[in-house]
């Protein structure tokens, strides 16, 4: 990091973690959006293709989060700070706490929003034999995995984050003792 007059070095260590709050915190709020707008379409709509993609709207949402995470699983190298929550908090507590209620709210948008749908339609179905039987099985697993990789992924966002914080402020650090 090289110095500059106009760049407030606290600012510069602080900025990653910044970053990494307001992208969970509006990664959530559409993820969030997108549950409620699904569901909406799903339960309000008259049959037709609007209304039968409502219907998978959340299973792309949850499935997508689980291979997205899978992805990024299978191309890590680096372990993960499980404290990296407390850490962001100590930066930034309003935004850390934002982050935290959302990355918590977003897998019961989910839940709720399945649910809501499954229940609209179990007359559709033919009763709740299939859906008991079938569905709820593969829907709570699909559930759970995209809950755990929803959470990793916040998790790992904001751990990422405090490593670059903590390598701009070695570098700063660095800099100071060794001007060029």
Do not use: K
């Amino acid at each position: 990091m090289s110095r500059s007059p106009d760049l407030d070095p606290a600012h510069a260590v602080a900025q990653p973690i910044s970053r990494a709050l307001d992208s969970v915190i509006i990664g959530a709020v559409a993820s969030f959006a997108l549950a409620i707008a699904t569901v909406l379409t799903a339960v309000l709509t008259p049959d037709g293709p609007l209304h039968e993609i409502a219907h998978f709207g959340l299973v792309g949402v949850m499935g997508f989060a689980v291979v997205v995470r899978a992805i990024h699983v299978m191309g890590r190298h680096a372990t993960v700070d499980p404290d990296a929550w407390t850490q962001a908090r100590a930066v930034h507590r309003w935004d850390t706490d934002l982050a935290l209620v959302l990355t918590i709210a977003v897998p019961l948008a989910w839940l709720a929003g399945s649910i809501t749908i499954v229940v609209h339609h179990i007359p559709a179905l033919h009763g709740p034999s299939l859906v008991l039987g079938a569905l709820m099985p593969v829907a709570a697993t699909l559930w759970i995995l995209a809950s755990f990789a929803w959470h990793d992924f916040c998790r790992d966002r904001i751990a990422a984050a405090l490593d670059e914080s903590n390598r701009r402020y070695r570098q700063y650090w660095r800099d100071l003792t060794h001007p060029s």
